[in-house]
């Protein structure tokens, strides 16, 4: 269960910003939350900005923290470490890129962090609450006596020294070591997927549907969606020759018999005869005869439907690309209901979809915006902690949040209104300021 996400330097956020799901204490959706710990977190968050303000940078961030928690092991001392640190600032230069998230594993909280700066981890620390915040551990460059040890994680002790490297973190090299806490993070980590591209997706669906169960979950999944499909089967196809010299050439490899192969998928449709009864199935290729909504659809079937199972967590970059709106608001009706995620499931996602800004569907509090200013500097705050400029209140639940978006009112738009006022497209913007 992810508490939250902090970081600071790092692409086009130069200071430090912090997603949090844990649930203000608003009186609004409380299906939309789940209880741990006497605490409560959201199943859901949406974040919503102009292009290139910065969303997927807040998913980069996290997607960096677990590769390099992930690639430590298989990196030498010679081996750069390749963060993306925010470069629109002499300031930002010469500070630490960071990243801390907060969790919870078997009912303790947990607080993993670094620091990057100059090819070298100049800080590390892990901190556990069963009934208090004590450290585990923790590491710093700057302090001769190297890595403090806490008695709780005596696993930290069995680690030679000459495994632990300045570009590299302590974590999972205990882990290595067959450290119990430190695999248990290890593991927390793997269940955090961070995905975007639908091809990614697919693949992940085709292998997950290999299990007779789940293929049958994912097939109920896409009947419920309305799409016309009443199965799928796969098949493995050979690559037409000439595609097979082309990849023989890049690849440098030898063309031999079923060397080259690729996975297509076939969905099955009903035909029916002249008074409309069920006589049998037609099987379609789906990159060549469904929609391109269809087989994003499809494609995050699997994702979506492992995550609910088992209690993951999941990060969708651009989730309603391709896809209905309505689609998108039947996928977040899923995590935000009580029965269909008994597993407490956690779905986080950056949207242009407006239609799910309405209080029956999200509280303020999982709604997000990110609003870069004319620095390049991106900010990342929830519709639950913005204040109105000119009132100083806070935006209330009664309020269109939606028409109050589009009109500028919360930050997170284009600039446009100047250019389009000339033209009266957008007449109802006039007189409007924007609020952020």
Known sequence: MLIGFK?????????ENVMSLLASNIKEQKSNVFKVRKMELLKFISIYGKNASGKSNVFKALKFMKSFIFDTTKLDSTSKIEVNNYKL????????TSFEVAFIIDDIIYKYGFKIFNNEVIEEWLEQNVKRFTTLFYRSSSDGEGIKI?????EGKDVPKNQIRKNGLFLPIVAVFNGKIANKILQWFKNVNIISGD????????????????????????????LGIENYKIEEKELPNEMKEKIGKI???ENKNGEFKTLSVRTSHSTYNEDYEKVGEELFDMNEFESEGTKKFFALAGPLLDTLKNGKILFIDELDSK???????????HFNSEWKNSNNAQLIINTHNTNLLRNNILRRDQIWFVEKNK????????LDEYKDEERNKKVRNDESFEKNYLLGKYGAIPRLYEEYRLFDEFPFLDGEKNGK
């Open 7 to 15: 970081f600071e330097n790092f692409s086009s956020y130069k200071n």
């Open 89 to 96: 600032s002499t300031e930002s230069q010469a500070k630490p």
């Open 150 to 154: 806490g008695n709780s994680f005596k």
């Open 199 to 226: 091809k990614l997706f697919e693949d992940i669906t085709i292998n997950l549907g290999k299990e007779k169960e789940f293929k049958e979950k994912i097939v109920s999944f896409l009947k419920t969606a309305d």
């Open 251 to 253: 690849f440098e490899l």
């Open 323 to 333: 896809l209905h709106p309505l689609m998108v608001k039947f996928i977040i009706d």
């Open 375 to 382: 620095y390049g500097e991106s900010e990342l705050y929830s």
